[in-house]
């Protein structure tokens, strides 16, 4: 969703985030997106026919609820890279734990990490004081370089075209409880990072002014 009107806050942060994603790319530096999505997890009742000559698939319409889980995605695009963790929650301390598991276990000999999330309030540097003491918060911060897409404007971080690729690939599909959810989402993972599957990006913060100049409250 883009705001209807002028909107001098959008388009500082998006342009924030464009001239980002126009940088040379910098393995001492990596790029990072990082979304989150839920999954509705619902067993069948009954067990579903699976496909056979001249058969196709078929599950019964009634199944059972057995919660959600949430899936925290990061992936850096330019290298091919995405890793997701299934929690069972998406507090700000599950935020914060699955930034730090970035700095020391995925990304650990890098200077410096450049992450790019959304707006959430769970987002935010002050979940990894909720999350860790002082000192291991102030650790983790020194590590990422944070930039934030706009309000209204999440279309803007790359990893939701991984969560889409995700959804479509990988979840659209009945899964009854959080272990064969890992299962599934590893089997997806493991497939996705050996083809190194990358994101190509065409919108430049010169794209925006012409093609969304009305948001830009002085525009030529």
């Not at 959600?68 to 995605?73: D, Y």
């Not at 069972?88 to 699955?98: G, I, K, L, P």
């Not at 918060?137 to 990422?144: D, M, Q």
């Amino acid at each position: 969703m883009i705001p209807p009107q002028t909107n001098a806050a959008f388009v500082a942060a998006m342009e924030d985030v464009l001239a980002v994603y126009a940088r040379p790319i910098d393995p001492r530096r990596p790029l990072v997106c990082f979304d989150e999505a839920g999954k509705d997890l619902k067993a069948h009742t009954r067990p579903p026919q699976s496909t056979a000559p001249g058969r196709v698939g078929r599950e019964d319409s009634h199944y059972a609820r057995a919660g959600s889980r949430n899936l925290f995605l990061a992936c850096a695009p330019h290298l091919g890279w995405r890793q997701i963790l299934v929690t069972e929650h998406r507090t700000a301390v599950d935020f914060a734990y699955a930034v730090q598991a970035l700095v020391d276990h995925q990304f650990p000999q890098a200077v410096r990490i450049v992450l790019v999330t959304d707006n959430l309030n769970t987002h935010r540097p002050a979940a990894l004081y909720q999350a860790f003491p002082p000192a291991e918060a102030w650790r983790i911060l020194n590590r990422i370089e944070w930039h934030y897409t706009p309000t209204h404007g999440s279309w803007l971080n790359m990893a939701e075209l991984e969560l889409s690729v995700l959804a479509r690939q990988c979840l659209a599909r009945r899964i009854p409880d959080q272990a064969a959810l890992e299962t599934e989402v590893a089997a997806w993972v493991a497939t996705r990072n050996a083809e190194r599957c990358t994101t190509s990006w065409r919108f430049t913060k010169e794209a925006a002014r012409t093609r969304l100049s009305w948001l830009y409250p002085c525009h030529e």
